[in-house]
């Protein structure tokens, strides 16, 4: 049986930050809650507002499945690895991310489905469509309003991420490399949603192109700035 279709009952704004290890999007995701909430938007989960919500995390089981994938077992097989994401998701969407967007609250997100299906998808070689479908029973039809895919080169970005941090970053700097071909093939297959904009610059750069367009897509749905 399909999944129930709950994205509709939004009123919020979902926007996704992604990109490969290191692509500086966490620092990018903080500083755009600042910016949006400077424009008297309601920024992240009304219980912590102002914050970013990161994924695999967010929920107590999620965090708990984050250390699992994260700090956990040295060897996870391609799959399980892929369900444990997605269930960490499902926890996430339901919990947290459909009240939220049902209560009209903008959503910053440091990774989201794209992730595992450039990560599980085409990193680990499990197939984009086959990545989706087992993701799809869990987000209930919710995609981001906007996803915004940091543009940096593995190189750069496993250098300034520090090396081998965790299980995923001490795969290296092939795997990277696939992952970045694997983001760049989700924005030609969704150009509507989601936006490259160049991680290789300044800070301060970055986060204009960042903060202009989350401002287009709040337009775009229709809240009023400093509402
Ligand atoms: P995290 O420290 O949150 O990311 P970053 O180092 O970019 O700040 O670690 C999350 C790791 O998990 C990162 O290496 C990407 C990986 N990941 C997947 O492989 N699939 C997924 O679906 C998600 C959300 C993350």
């Known amino acids: 049986m399909p999944a129930r279709d709950r994205s509709a009952e939004r009123r919020g704004v ?20 600042g910016r949006l909430a400077a424009c008297g938007l309601p920024v992240g989960p009304a219980s912590t507002p102002g914050s970013v919500i990161r994924e695999p995390g967010a ?21 399980t690895e892929a369900l444990l ?10 919990t947290v991310l459909l009240p939220e967007l049902e209560a009209g609250r903008v959503l910053v997100l440091d990774r989201f489905v794209d992730s595992s299906l450039a990560y599980q998808g085409f990193a680990r070689r499990l197939g984009v469509d086959e990545v989706l479908a087992v993701n799809e029973p869990g987000l209930h039809g919710l995609l981001p309003d906007l996803t915004i895919l940091l543009d ?15 299980r995923i970053e001490a795969e290296g700097l092939e795997f990277q490399e696939r992952v970045a071909a694997g983001f760049a093939a989700l924005a030609r297959r969704w150009p509507e949603r989601v936006r490259l904009i160049d991680g290789f610059r300044s800070v301060e750069l970055v986060a204009a192109d960042v903060e202009a367009a989350a401002l287009e897509a709040v337009a775009d749905a229709g809240l009023r700035l400093g509402a």
């Open 14 to 33: 979902l926007i996704t930050l992604e990109g490969v290890d290191g692509c500086g999007k966490s620092t990018q995701a903080a500083l755009l809650c």
């Open 59 to 79: 929920t107590p089981a999620g965090e708990a499945i984050r250390h699992v994938l994260l700090h956990g077992p040295a060897h996870i097989a391609p799959w």
């Open 152 to 166: 940096v080169d593995p190189v750069v970005g496993l250098a300034r991420a520090g090396g081998a941090g965790d």
């Open 85 to 94: 994401y997605a269930a960490a998701r499902a926890e996430l969407v339901e």
